[in-house]
């Protein structure tokens, strides 16, 4: 079953333009009230990356953030410059590079998490908790959805 028919498509309203136009919003926020920590999105992602799962290789995050690996390398450069995360060789293969945190790090990330979940809470102004959740869901759902092969005319290719 088709959702949207291409002679009706409304650009305004679809979900795919209207994600795409919350989260430039979201990240335009984001990137606003980081600035006094001197840190933009990318960084507080990185850092939330770290703080949430130990640690991750310079790859994982790039997929997390679907940067270029030249892109996210410098990014990186300039998180350790700062002392805010470190590169530590794996014990397991010495070939890769795993990120950590820093104790530096660790000090600001709580104070960049405040401020995200700041953002959050001011876009979901007005949402019920159960609507959030009911929200959380249906993303989930479509994320799921880009994971599946697309399908043609409800056939599977």
Not at 5 to 14: G, H, N, Q, V, W
Not at 113 to 121: C, E, F, K, P, Q
């Amino acid at each position: 079953m088709s959702i949207y028919d291409p002679a009706t498509y409304d650009f305004s309203t679809a979900v795919p333009p209207m994600l795409g136009r919350v989260r430039t919003a979201m990240l335009d926020a984001l990137d606003e009230r980081l600035a006094p920590l001197d840190l933009k999105t990318a960084d507080y992602i990185v850092l939330a990356i770290l703080a949430n799962g130990g640690s991750a290789t310079a790859s994982t995050v790039c997929s997390f953030l679907a940067h270029d690996p030249g892109a996210m390398t410098r990014k990186i450069d300039v998180l350790e410059s700062r002392g805010l995360v470190r590169r530590v060789r794996s014990d397991q293969d010495r070939r890769a590079i795993k990120l950590e945190l820093t104790s530096e790090g660790k000090k600001l990330y709580p104070k960049a998490l405040a401020i995200g979940v700041g953002v959050a809470n001011d876009f979901l102004r007005g949402f019920s908790k159960a609507e959030v959740k009911t929200l959380e869901s249906m993303l989930k759902r479509i994320h799921e959805n880009s994971e599946v092969p697309a399908t043609v005319e409800g056939k599977s290719p």
